[in-house]
Structures are given as structure tokens and as C-alpha cells.
């Protein structure tokens, strides 16, 4: 950001003619989509960090408002300005922001100076179901186009208020029970992100966004994976458990019982089918 637009030719220029390998360049620009675009380009970068798309799922997700027209919206002209297959960095959070779970648990207030909160009060976890919403925000960045970039701390949900606070020291051990769940929970993701042709150069279409409920597929010839997500608080029923699921279905973070696959509230769930020639 503010660096004139020949710096980022030129500089990308030598980075390639003295490298053998691929070298992706991602930067950060706050503005327009089409300021964003402008350094998206052949010679330039490869890539941006995508705030517009994070900031609608915060909304959609941190503040639980069941309204998800905003999130898709921005998902649409996302892949309008940046491609259906762009390399944009879908962020779980940000130096410049306060933690995503920190919002989510209410001990950071949407309407509040984050940066002042963490110089003046303790940022502590209140609310441990903030751990299911940022679980949806890693599901959700795991499976729409783009790049996912984790933020240092996010894979088990560290808390903090805006910049220095959401600097803390990186946990390898000694997480609670919850934060050692949401990263495994992470690992399943991240491994499915990379075994899925689908999510890496699929198509992308919003199937539901009312009613509390979005779901989105992506689909690759004979590969179909849809995301859910539930704002209605209710547990509910979202495909049978039959044979064709129990032959060529995989799902993550789903309830499955004899007869159905369900979701719980206020949380995510992803089905992924494979017919009999991608298997």
C-alpha cells in the first residue's frame, strides 16, 4: 500500500528472473474494488488481502444476525471483480482488527474503540460458543475461491482487542478443551481444502441464503461439496443417510444418525459427494 504502481512492476520483475520457482505476492489495500484490482494484474501482484469479504463475514457470523445477503452479495462481486478462480487471501483476521472470537464472545464490542479496550480493560473468552463461530469462518474461507490465509492464532481462537493486544504469544500446547477441538477441527478443514478439486477449481453457486440457512456448492465434473451454515437454532435435517451417501459421501462436523446428516445450531456442516469414476 501507498507504493507507487512501477515499484510493484519492477520489483516483481527481479523477484521472477532471480527465482526458479513460483512466487506468489499477495498484498493489502484498503479501498475500492476497483483500487483493490488495480494491483492485481500480469507483472504486478498476484493477489490482495480480501477485507471487503471478511468484514461481510464477520457480520454474518460474529454478530449471528441470521442475515446472510450481505456475505453473498460481496461473495458475487468478489468473483465479478477478482475471477471465479482468483488467488484473493480469504483472511481469519488481521493486525489492524481485533480477533474475530473476540467479537464473537461479546467481550469486544462492535461499537467500541477496539484498540482503546485492549489498553484499558483485560480481553478474557465469556462466551465459549465463539469458538463454533469462528469455526465458521474458517469453513467458510476454506471453501469459497480465494486463498485461505489463518492469522497467526485463529486455528484455536485467540482472543485479543485491536493492535497490541492481538499480538499474543502463539499457543503450542496447553490449549483448553475447546481450542484444541477448533484446531483439529481446522486440520479437517485445511485437509479437505486440499484434497478437493471441487473447492480448488470448482464452480461456485449459492443454493439457499434465507430462512437462517446459507449453503453454497462448489462442483468439479463428478465432485459436488456444499457448506451450510445455521442461524436458525434449531438442529436440523439436511440429507439422508443412504446408501449413496455411505458409498461415495463424506461429511465434517455434521450429526449423523441412522436415517439423517443434521446441523447443529448456530454452527456449520459440509457434505462432499464423489461419484463412482472420481472415487
Known amino acids: ?24 505476492q ?21 493477489a490482495q488481502f480480501d477485507f471487503n469479504q471478511y468484514d461481510a463475514a464477520v457480520s454474518a457470523f460474529a454478530k449471528a444476525d441470521s442475515d446472510y445477503a450481505n456475505l453473498t ?11 471465479h478462480h482468483h488467488l484473493m487471501g480469504n483472511i481469519s483476521g488481521n493486525q489492524d482488527r481485533a480477533r474475530f472470537i473476540s467479537y464473537a464472545s461479546g467481550d469486544v464490542r462492535f461499537d467500541e474503540d477496539a484498540k482503546k479496550a485492549g489498553w484499558t480493560r483485560d480481553i ?5 460458543t465463539a469458538y463454533d463461530r469462528l469455526g465458521m469462518l474458517q469453513a467458510f474461507n476454506m471453501t469459497m475461491p480465494g486463498v485461505p490465509v489463518i492469522y497467526y492464532g485463529d486455528e484455536y481462537g485467540s482472543i485479543g482487542a485491536n493492535d497490541p493486544d492481538n499480538r499474543r ?15 483439529e477441527l481446522v486440520r479437517e478443514l485445511v485437509k479437505l481444502r486440499r484434497n478437493s478439486m471441487s473447492l480448488m477449481y470448482g464452480t461456485t453457486q449459492v443454493m439457499s441464503e434465507n430462512n437462517g440457512i446459507l449453503a453454497i456448492q462448489r462442483s468439479y465434473f463428478g465432485e459436488q461439496t456444499t457448506v451450510f451454515f445455521n ?7 439436511m440429507e439422508n443417510n443412504n446408501e449413496r451417501f ?19 445450531p448456530g454452527n456449520f456442516m459440509i457434505l462432499q459427494m464423489k461419484n463412482e469414476k472420481m472415487k
Not at 504502481?5 to 512466487?23: H, S
Not at 442461524?231 to 435435517?237: A, C, F, K, P, R
Request: glycine content about 8%; aromatic content about 8%.
Open 231 to 237: 442461524e436458525t437454532g434449531l438442529i436440523l435435517n
Open 1 to 24: 500500500k501507498h507504493v507507487p504502481e512501477e515499484y510493484w512492476r519492477t520489483l516483481t520483475q527481479k523477484v521472477r528472473n532471480n527465482n526458479d520457482r513460483p512466487i506468489y
Open 26 to 46: 499477495i498484498g493489502e489495500t484498503y479501498g475500492s474494488y476497483d483500487l483493490i484490482r488495480s494491483y492485481v494484474s500480469t507483472g504486478m501482484l498476484d
Open 73 to 83: 452479495e460481496t461473495l458475487k462481486k468478489g468473483l465479478e471483480y477478482y475471477g
Open 124 to 128: 478474557v473468552m465469556s462466551d465459549s
Open 169 to 183: 504469544m502463539m499457543k503450542f500446547d496447553g490449549l483448553s478443551d475447546r481450542e484444541r477441538k477448533l484446531r
Open 246 to 264: 455411505r458409498e461415495s459421501g463424506t461429511a465434517i462436523n455434521a450429526i449423523v444418525n441412522e436415517k439423517n446428516i443434521q446441523i447443529k
